[in-house]
């Protein structure tokens, strides 16, 4: 795939990988990954989109600011920054409108693209994700420890991993499961500013998650409109 860098506020520069071609008849859809982790861990998501026999699709990529191979800001930065990287990625890719595809933060950094550039939305794909304060509801005290103590900074910490993100009845598969993520991790560990630099503030979205995967927010079932 093709790894350009598109320039977010403040010159700041977004690294984002593109699969397939850009053309009339392929879509253009947008993976956003959640905390900590950049676009590497889609695996082969983004090449199955792409080749898709029934419907080919044009993928990008972009690895969060202070992730993979992005700019690490010098000061925090906010969801609303994360999606102007969002929308630079697509002006520099030459894509008018996109669906947003997003997971746990992803899907918060989607929901203010939706909201800061709704005319670039084709449609938005939220997962594992919450709307922000004051219509989510906070997780548990027990989750939140987890949660901060970033166990995806950690190499080699299955146990901590499975629970964060696995359904209890598959940790015993963890080591087979996770070995993709161990991998990449050991090849590169997020690193720590990228977990305490964000100070999300979002609007109300309607979103639909699991019911058992720990790092999902825990968020009400009735989010008013």
């Known amino acids: 795939p093709a790894m350009p860098f598109a320039e977010g506020p403040r010159k700041h520069r977004v690294h984002y990988r593109e699969f397939g071609e850009r053309s009339p008849d392929r879509p253009t859809v947008v993976l956003i990954q959640g905390l900590g982790l950049d ?37 925090p930065w906010t969801m609303a920054d994360m999606a102007d990287d969002v929308a630079a990625v697509l002006d520099h890719a030459g894509v008018r409108k996109a669906v947003m595809v997003g997971i746990s933060m992803g899907g918060m950094i989607a929901q203010q693209v939706a909201l800061r550039h709704g005319e670039r939305v084709a449609g938005l794909v939220l997962m594992a994700t919450w709307p922000g304060l004051p219509y989510g509801r906070l ?47 050991r090849e590169q560990a997020p690193r720590a500013p990228a977990f305490f630099g964000q100070r999300p503030v979002l609007r109300r979205v309607l979103v639909f998650v699991g019911e058992e995967v720990l790092a999902q927010p825990l968020i009400s079932s009735r989010v008013p409109r």
């Open 39 to 75: 676009g590497r861990f889609w695996f082969d998501q983004p090449r199955m989109l792409a080749e898709d026999p029934e419907q080919p699709w044009h993928v990008l990529v972009p690895d969060n600011r202070g992730v993979g191979q992005s700019d690490m800001p010098t000061r």
């Open 139 to 185: 997780p548990e005290l027990d989750t939140l420890r987890v949660l901060l103590g970033s166990p995806m900074r950690k190499r080699g910490h299955v146990e901590s991993i499975a629970k964060l993100i696995l359904p209890e009845h598959a940790h015993a598969r963890a080591p087979e499961l996770l070995s993709g993520w161990l991998g990449l991790l």
